[in-house]
């Protein structure tokens, strides 16, 4: 689940030339999504620049009950149609997490900071890229590699949709 986590902060988009396409239409990732709830397991929105690069809002869900979330916030730029950041364990830890919608108070934002650190700290400083392939059933699926190795453990199902289509965060 953690390894899941870490491709949400670190998702890419849509595949060929222009891979932010989708987000230059107003659309956002919606990682592992149940399309009967339309609830998905995290989001990432991304703001592309006129040179490639971009910057990203990722929405993780962790806990239904009370509801924890966390937001990241990262950079990174297209090459060869993928998307590739460094990944940073500043990122992860400047993270805001949030219970039951409100930031969440200082014993639970270092408790899941500090389950996030653990689970990254090894990744800290690679370069991590995303490329797309289609999947069944309508979906993408998120092929990662990090620095340069692929990693299927870190591959995981989206879709691109857009604030009209009513997902949220959820299972």
């Not at 689940?1 to 919606?30: H, N, V, W």
């Not at 370069?127 to 620095?147: H, M, Q, R, T, W």
């Not at 692929?150 to 009513?166: C, E, T």
């Amino acid at each position: 689940m953690i390894f899941s986590l870490l491709l949400l902060a670190t998702a890419a988009t849509g595949p060929a030339a222009d891979p932010l396409a989708p987000a230059r239409e107003g659309k956002y990732q919606c990682v592992v999504p149940n399309l009967e709830k339309k609830t998905c397991l995290g989001t990432t929105s991304y703001k592309p620049g006129a040179d490639g690069s971009y910057e990203s809002t990722t929405q993780l869900f962790l806990a239904p009950t009370p509801l924890i979330t966390m937001e990241l916030h990262t950079r990174g730029g297209t090459k060869d149609g993928k998307l590739c950041e460094t990944i940073k364990l500043a990122d992860f830890q400047a993270g805001i997490v949030y219970l039951n919608g409100k930031p969440a108070d200082d014993a639970t934002s270092n408790a899941v900071k500090s389950q996030m650190t653990a689970a990254v700290s090894a990744l800290d400083g690679k370069a991590a890229c995303s490329e797309f392939k289609p999947a069944d059933g309508g979906l993408l699926l998120n092929e990662v590699s990090i620095d340069g190795t692929a990693r299927a453990d870190l591959s995981q199902k989206f879709i691109w949709v857009s604030a009209k289509d009513g997902y949220s965060l959820g299972m």
